[in-house]
């Protein structure tokens, strides 16, 4: 079993910077890629970005490209989302996942945060 627990999300105004991170434990071995995705209020859940801890793949959405970063620390099983130029749109409770391949789906992963909320206004 694979524990994971964001934190670090809030309110911002348009325009701001916000960091999530996501701390991860138990048998995180072999589960390479980390992933955030995030679910906006009616909508379906969405890919955001993906890392591979023993790597330097690191994948992003389109909408996301050029305002977000995604590192990881491989010494503390943290990852963190770094989301700059934030707008409304961004809203959203952001997840972390693991135990998938790299896909953009979120059906390809196996493990989940509770999700941290994120709110940007206008």
């Known amino acids: 079993q694979v524990q994971l627990v964001e934190s670090g999300g809030g309110l911002v105004q348009a325009g701001g910077s916000l960091r999530v991170s996501c701390a991860a434990s138990g048998r995180t071995f072999g589960y390479d890629v980390m992933g955030w995705f995030r679910q906006r209020a009616g909508k379906e859940r969405e890919f955001v970005a993906a890392?591979?801890?023993?790597?330097?793949?690191?994948n992003y959405a389109e909408p996301v490209k050029g305002r977000f970063t995604i590192s990881r620390d491989n010494a503390k099983n943290t990852v963190a989302l770094q989301m700059n130029s934030l707008t409304p749109e961004d809203t959203a409770v952001y997840y972390c996942?693991?135990?998938?391949?790299?896909?953009?789906?979120?059906?390809?992963?196996?493990?989940w945060g509770q999700g941290t909320q994120v709110t940007v206004s206008s």
């Open positions: 890392i591979r801890w023993s790597g330097l793949w690191i």
């Open positions: 996942a693991t135990g998938g391949r790299g896909s953009s789906s979120p059906n390809d992963y196996t493990y």
